[in-house]
C-alpha cells in the first residue's frame, strides 16, 4: 500500500519555486499545453533541498503555468498521480528496485 503524505506536507505557503526566465516564451505547460509555462515545479519537492536537487537530477520537474501549477498544489491526488507516473517513469529509465527507489526518494508513490 502506498502510504498517503502525512498531514503538513503540503504547507502551501513553504513551497515556492523561483519563475524560471529561460523558459519563459520557449515552453509550453506540460499539463495544459498554453505557452508559456513560467515555473519549473520540482515534483518530488517535500520542501527539503536534497528532495529538490533529487528531482533535478533525475529530471522529475515540470515546466507548468500560474494555473496548473496552483492546480497541482491544489490537488493531493493530482500531484500524487504524478509522482507515481514519475517514479515509474525513473525507476524503469534506471532500472531501480524498490528498495533502491525508497533508498534514494524514501516513499513509494505506486
Ligand atoms: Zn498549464
Ligand atoms: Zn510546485
Redesign the pocket.
Known sequence: MPTLPKEGTKKHNKHRHKVNPRIIDYEP?Q????YP?VITHEIFHNNSAYMRNLSINYHAQLN??N???ANLHNNPLTEKAIKAEHQQKIMTEHEMSDKQWLGLFYQNYL
Open positions: 505547460c499539463l495544459c499545453g498554453m509555462a507548468l503555468c494555473t496548473c501549477h
